[in-house]
């Protein structure tokens, strides 16, 4: 069903910017990751692929115009940005005094540096792997 709500342009679009353009917006960058089932997947990854196929399934003239015509797309979009370097930040921070990383870790490093929006990833040494369990959660 519809449920018709009374609100100013103003207020639609906002709420149209923090909802149905975020939506889209996080199912068509998560889409471009290839993600798919896993053996192991939690709930919280089946919404995840659940996301990225109603988002995907929606043609991206529909997802473009959420963009075109809602003045606060872009808004959304810088936001979506600066949340993605404030984890960013908060990681490296932990990265920087973590003394009991594991030595893969401390080898790895996929040093989440940002340049010009960019991660950069220094080649990583392959370790024999090791097979082990896991809790899905299910």
């Known amino acids: 069903g519809c449920r018709m709500v009374a609100m100013s342009c103003r207020e639609h679009d906002e709420y149209a910017a923090n909802s149905q353009f975020i939506t889209h917006l996080m199912g068509r960058i998560l889409g471009s990751q290839g993600l798919g089932p896993t053996p192991i997947d939690t709930r919280g ?9 109603t988002t995907t399934a929606d043609s991206f003239d529909l997802f473009y115009g959420l963009y075109k ?10 936001k979506l940005k600066e949340a993605l370097d404030g984890v960013v930040d908060n990681l490296l921070e932990m990265e920087k005094t973590d003394k009991n990383a594991p030595k893969w870790f401390k080898n790895n490093t996929m040093s ?9 990833t220094e080649e990583k040494k392959e370790e024999p792997e090791q097979k082990g369990f896991t809790c899905t959660g299910v």
């Open 112 to 120: 989440l540096e940002m340049k010009k929006g960019r991660f950069e």
């Open 69 to 78: 015509y809602n003045q606060n797309s872009h808004d959304t979009i810088m």
């Open 45 to 53: 990854f089946e919404s995840v692929l659940k996301l990225i196929g």
